[in-house]
C-alpha cells in the first residue's frame, strides 16, 4: 500500500538512501533537514517534498507534524534518522555540544514521536536510529551515547503509549555505518582514512553501508506485530 513517509536526516546518509528506497517503491516522501530545499536532488522525483527545520531548536518542532500534515495530507509512517555526534574529550566537553545534541537526538524526536502518536492515523509506524555507542559508551561519547539511551526509552514509552491505535514504535541499534558521520574531526586527530581503517577492524563483517542499512530500516516499518523493539544491526561489533 503506498505511505507517505516523514523521513528527518533526509539530505544525507542514511536517511537520504531510505527516502531513495521509498521514492523509488512509489511511497510520498517528506524530507526533512536543515539544509534540505527545493534545489536537493531528491526533488527530482515527483512524490518527494523538501521540508527545512533545525531539529536543535525546539521552538521549530512545536506543531511540526501538524504544520506538515496541513501541507502534503495524512503522514503514515515517521524515520526519525537526523542525529549529531560530537566526539570530544573528556573534559573538553563544549556546553553548545551538549545541547545540540541532546535537542536533535532525543528531545526533538521525542516531542515528533508524540505528535505522531496524537495525529497519525491507526496502524502508522514510527522508526527510531540508535547506536551501540547507548548500550556500550566510549570515553568521548558520553552525551551521544546518553541520548541514544534515552531515546531507546523513548522507543518503549512511546510504543505503550501507541498501542491502543496500534501504531507500532522501534529503534535500530546501529554499528558505524559508513555516512560522513564517520569521518567528522573527532578528539582522536585521526585523518579520514585512519579512522574508517580503525572503526572496520573493530567490526567483524567491516562497516555498514547505508542503502543496507535502510533496506531493513523498510522493512522494519512494516513489520505488523513488532513493537517497543530495539533491533541490533551493527555487523557484529558488540558480539566482542
Ligand atoms: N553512521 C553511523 O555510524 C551511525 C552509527 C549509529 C547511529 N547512527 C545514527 O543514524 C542516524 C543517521 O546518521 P548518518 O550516519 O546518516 O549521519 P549523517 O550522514 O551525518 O546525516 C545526519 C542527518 O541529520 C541531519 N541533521 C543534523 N542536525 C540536524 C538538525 N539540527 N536539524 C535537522 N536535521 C539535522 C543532517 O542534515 P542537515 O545537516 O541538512 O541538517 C543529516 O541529514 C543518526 O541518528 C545517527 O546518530 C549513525
Given at each position: ?9 533526509a ?5 537520504y ?10 511511497h510520498n516522501?517528506?524530507g ?10 531528491l526533488?527530482?522525483y515527483?512524490?518527494?517534498t523538501a521540508?527545512?527545520?533545525?531539529l536543535s531548536?525546539?521552538d ?6 501538524l504544520?506538515?500534515q ?10 526519525y534518522a537526523?542525529?549529531v555526534?560530537?566526539h570530544?574529550q573528556?573534559?573538553?566537553t ?5 545541547i545540540e ?13 508524540e505528535?505522531?502518536i496524537?495525529h497519525?492515523p491507526?496502524?502508522s ?9 547507548a548500550?556500550k559508551?566510549i570515553s ?10 534515552g531515546?531507546?526509552?523513548i522507543?518503549?514509552?512511546?510504543a505503550l ?17 559508513n555516512?560522513s ?7 582522536d586527530?585521526?585523518?579520514k582514512k ?6 572496520e577492524q573493530i567490526?567483524?563483517f ?5 542503502n543496507?542499512?535502510?533496506s ?10 513488532t513493537?517497543?523493539?530495539?533491533i541490533k544491526?551493527d ?6
Open positions: 500500500m503506498k505511505q507517505t513517509v516523514l523521513v528527518t536526516g539530505s544525507s546518509g542514511i536517511g538512501e531510505t527516502c531513495l528506497l521509498l521514492l523509488k517503491a512509489g516522501v517528506v526533512l533537514s536543515r539544509s534540505i530545499n527545493s534545489t536537493h536532488e526533488n527530482s515527483a512524490n518527494f521540508w527545512s527545520c533545525d531548536k525546539i521549530e518542532v512545536a506543531d511540526l507534524l504544520s506538515i496541513a501541507s502534503v495530507g495524512e503522514i503514515n509512517a515517521l524515520v537526523a542525529g555526534c560530537h570530544e573528556f573534559g573538553s563544549k556546553l553548545s555540544s551538549v545534541q541532546i535537542n536533535v537526538n532525543l528531545i526533538s524526536a521525542f516531542i515528533l514521536c505528535q505522531a496524537m497519525m491507526k496502524e509506524s514510527i522508526l527510531l536510529l540508535s547506536s551501540t555507542l548500550e559508551p568521548t561519547s558520553a552525551i551521544y551515547s546518553a541520548s541514544k539511551a531515546l531507546e526509552q522507543t518503549k514509552a512511546s503509549a501507541g498501542a491502543e491505535k496500534k501504531i507500532r514504535v522501534n529503534a535500530v541499534s546501529l554499528g558505524c555505518v555516512t558521520m564517520l569521518v567528522k574531526p573527532r578528539a586527530d585521526l585523518d585512519h579512522r574508517l581503517e580503525q572503526l567490526h567483524p567491516g562497516l555498514g553501508q547505508a543496507e542499512v535502510a531493513v530500516l523498510i522493512n522494519l516499518l512494516n513489520q505488523p506485530w513493537t517497543g523493539s530495539v544491526i555487523g557484529g561489533l558488540t558480539l566482542n
